[in-house]
């Protein structure tokens, strides 16, 4: 087991533009999160996925977005790219129904210009 | 609100002396408290969880709700310590994680 993976490992993208991000979680876990680590930071959550729905979102605007597929992967989007948003975006994948161990994959590094 | 911090960004300490990584929270309700641990090129991975009372790698954390804090102890630094540290809350009944902005410990020959 690969454990959690995402792609790509580093992204550039424009101000305004858009960028999907990919995460496929631990074999046997069903929950997605995602969060963004900006520089200097502690990761912060944006969203969690279960059951192909939103669960639980963070402090995080609309430009966010998220999906999950039946699979368990998911993407998380973001549009309208603000300089801002640059930062190393972790998923952490968890087995519902009282496991506490969140995994966490490599990360994907995004420079918005 | 649910908020984590960690005061120390950088912590030095030399091999052998004793280590605390400090952590306060502040949550209303009764948070899991974790220990998140990542070495040099690596991920981000789970150190301790308070209610599991264990020792690992030689660390330990007491829950002390008087004082809303969690502090991360090793009475005997090693080199192989040296990385970035993380506290972090689960709210109750909620499977995500709040964390604090880290402490880098430094363990000098």
């Known amino acids: 087991d690969a454990g959690v993976t995402q792609s790509p490992t580093h992204l550039i993208k424009t101000r305004g533009q858009q960028v999907t991000l990919r995460c496929s979680p631990k074999?046997?876990?069903?929950?997605v999160s995602w969060y963004q680590q900006a520089l200097g930071q502690g990761p912060q959550f944006i969203f969690q996925y279960y059951e192909e729905e939103e669960r639980q979102r963070g402090n995080f605007p609309d430009r966010f977005s998220g999906h999950q597929f039946p699979n368990y992967s998911s993407e998380l989007n973001v549009n309208a790219l603000l300089l801002g948003d640059s930062a190393l975006y972790l998923c952490a994948s968890i087995r519902s129904g009282g496991s506490y161990e969140q995994y966490f994959g490599p990360g994907t590094r995004l420079t918005v210009t | 609100a649910q908020r984590v911090t960690q005061p120390e960004k950088l912590l030095s300490v030399f091999k052998g002396a004793p280590v605390e990584l400090k952590c306060n929270y502040s949550?209303?309700?009764?948070?899991?408290l974790f220990w998140y641990v990542q070495y040099s090129r690596q991920r981000l991975q789970l150190l301790l969880r308070h209610i599991s009372r264990e020792s690992i790698k030689g660390f330990t954390a007491d829950l002390n709700k008087g004082e809303t804090s969690f502090h991360l102890k090793k009475p005997f630094a090693q080199e192989e310590d040296s990385a970035m540290y993380y506290c972090a809350l689960s709210p109750q009944g909620a499977q995500k994680l709040v964390f604090g902005q880290g402490t880098r410990l430094t363990i000098n020959p």
């Open positions: 074999s046997g876990h069903d929950t």
């Open positions: 949550y209303s309700g009764s948070p899991e």
